[in-house]
């Protein structure tokens, strides 16, 4: 867990609250493609990150549009994950997952402008931005998997920073 600790504090500035999605974040298969007694497994860095997270004081919240919200709470309680998330948004959607975070938000009180979004899917990045109002601002995170290791492309958008800025990190 060293290393994530290491990593994380090299930033700047960290959020408040990190928001996470499950599927292809952080497992490799979809939750409605298993079996609630299957074997629940996590990319190789995701359970040092997310309890690096934990201990250093900064909330970690699900955003999931998964159609089956049963297993994907077993599979966390399987990998001992289930007590670390302040915020559990599961549930089927069509929308954008602009609903899940302000759920999130009523239940936090943690200001969009605080908040680190992770997800595999560009689409949701980009839904999240484009339904948000100008007072809903939030830092999202495209994660693309390679080989274990995780490259993530952040686009920061805020009134400070007129357009998104890319930086690349990939983890050893």
Not at 58 to 86: C, E, M, Q, W
Not at 92 to 108: A, L, Q
Not at 109 to 118: E, S
């Amino acid at each position: 867990m060293r290393d994530a600790f290491r990593i994380i504090k090299s930033f700047p500035s960290l959020p408040r609250l990190v928001v996470v999605d499950l599927d292809y974040t952080l497992w490799p298969f979809y939750c409605h493609s298993r079996s609630e007694h299957d074997y629940a497994e996590l990319y190789p860095q995701a359970r040092e990150i997310l309890l690096a997270l934990h201990e250093m004081g900064i909330g970690v919240a699900i955003a999931s549009r998964t159609p089956t919200p049963n297993i994907a709470r077993a599979f966390l309680l399987k990998l001992g994950l289930g007590s670390i998330f302040i915020a559990k948004e599961m549930f089927p959607s069509r929308s954008p997952k602009t609903e899940h975070f302000e759920r999130i938000h009523r239940r936090t009180m943690v200001p969009y402008n605080q908040m680190l979004f992770f997800d595999d899917e560009k689409r949701n990045i980009d839904a999240v931005h484009l339904d948000a109002s100008d007072d809903i601002i939030l830092t999202l995170c495209y994660i693309f998997f390679v080989d274990e290791h995780f490259s993530t492309y952040f686009s920061i958008r805020s009134a400070s920073i007129p357009s998104p800025t890319k930086l690349e990190y990939e983890l050893p």
